[in-house]
């Protein structure tokens, strides 16, 4: 009927109150979880993608009013702007720098060092694409850790550890 909102699966994330919210279906016809039921439901390493800067203090509250699970729990972001929020908000949460490929780092001021200093991340997520295993060897040296993506094949593996 004309005039009718359409399904709330067509529906900005932002514009729904978790009741709505729970209604959604993931593909594998699962509801949708909050993320404390997440980190209930699990006992692996999470990497948690902040897509949203302004969803770092929120989450930040919750992860350290869950000690025992903060440990498990890692905050990553393409953007430098939550990286530097969760060093303000949740500093013993680990954070992980993402970019599509290792030339992004030079949009930084200071470069991928300066970057990954300024917003106190410990790991470093690339694409492959500039990535060299000299570069990785230099940031290993130099205390962080190093993940390359995507791996979609084999190929991908055993160019991710080579």
Do not use: C, N
């Amino acid at each position: 009927m004309a005039g009718e909102p359409g399904p709330i699966t067509d529906t900005p994330v932002l514009e729904l109150d978790l009741g709505q919210l729970r209604t959604v279906l993931l593909d594998s016809g699962q509801p949708t979880l909050t993320f404390s039921e997440v980190v209930d439901a699990t006992s692996v390493e999470l990497h948690v993608e902040i897509k949203d800067p302004g969803a770092v203090a929120t989450l930040a509250e919750l992860v350290l009013s869950r000690p025992a699970d903060a440990a498990g729990i890692r905050f990553t972001s393409f953007q430098t702007e939550a990286l530097s929020l969760r060093r303000q908000h949740a500093l013993s949460v680990p954070g992980g720098l993402i970019v599509s490929r290792y030339a992004d780092t030079q949009q930084h001021e200071g470069g991928l060092d300066g970057i990954l200093e300024a917003v106190g991340a410990s790991t470093f997520y690339s694409g492959f694409e500039g990535l060299t295993s000299q570069e990785v060897e230099r940031l290993h040296q130099a205390g962080y850790e190093v993940h390359v993506w995507p791996l979609r094949s084999l190929s991908d593996v055993e160019q991710a550890v080579s």
